[in-house]
């Protein structure tokens, strides 16, 4: 192989993040909405519900407290990013609640996807980010191809490449989606997502 022509393995690890970039943006448009509450940040005690949203629907009200969602038991907000990630629409949710002491069960049913419940300022966030990320994304495409002769370009590419499909938190049905995909997908996927931790961990 010349030195100047760019190992094929180079371009699995792009089309890794390629298609892991797709799936985020996916789960982004088309998890599941809202569930329709807010929380009194950062408790798990429900501060406001949403009119007609899923939750209101489910039977919570405000001041109650959310205490496990399916099997996860939910003690801050970082339990709660967990716990909807692995929604999935259309798929009854055990909701563990405390109201007035007494604890209660509820099913949370969400139905609509992600972007039904957006108003015209978060299409537009949304969207803008979405774009961003790709600009990102191409970046690593166009390093790899002239960066035969310099691998410094290649790190520059990857870095590009894990800052587009870093998320502070899963999505909604993100885990979910996750663990319907082949295992020879799903564990790229996964990689390339949990890159940015491995990357803020070597450089700190």
């Not at 940040?41 to 519900?49: N, S």
């Not at 339990?79 to 007035?100: G, S």
């Not at 790899?144 to 990857?158: D, N």
């Not at 319907?180 to 949990?194: D, F, G, K």
Request: proline residues 6%; contains cysteine; aromatic residues 8%.
């Amino acid at each position: 192989m010349s030195r100047g022509r760019t190992a094929w393995w180079v371009y699995l690890i792009a089309v890794v993040f390629a298609l892991t970039f797709f799936f985020n943006a996916r789960q982004e448009v088309w998890g599941p909405a809202n569930a329709g509450l807010t929380h009194a940040w950062p408790t798990m005690k429900v501060a406001a519900v949403m009119p007609g949203g899923p939750m209101e629907k489910a039977g919570v009200r405000a001041r109650d407290v959310l205490e496990a969602a399916g099997e996860l038991p939910l003690t801050g907000m970082p339990d709660w990013f967990v716990a909807r990630a692995h929604f999935e629409r259309k798929r009854p949710i055990d909701l563990k609640i405390r109201r007035d002491e007494q604890p209660l069960h509820l099913h949370l049913v969400i139905t609509d996807p992600a972007f039904r419940a957006w108003n015209r300022a978060q299409h537009d966030s949304v969207l803008a980010l979405l774009l961003v990320r790709l600009i990102l994304l191409s970046a690593i495409f166009l390093a790899f191809s002239r960066s035969g002769r310099h691998p410094s370009g290649r790190i520059a590419g990857l870095m590009l490449a894990v800052g587009a499909v870093a998320e502070g938190y899963p999505s909604a049905g993100w885990a979910a989606a996750l663990s319907h995909l082949p295992a020879m997908l799903a564990i790229p996927v996964c990689l390339a997502a949990v890159s940015c931790l491995v990357c803020n961990r070597s450089i700190t």
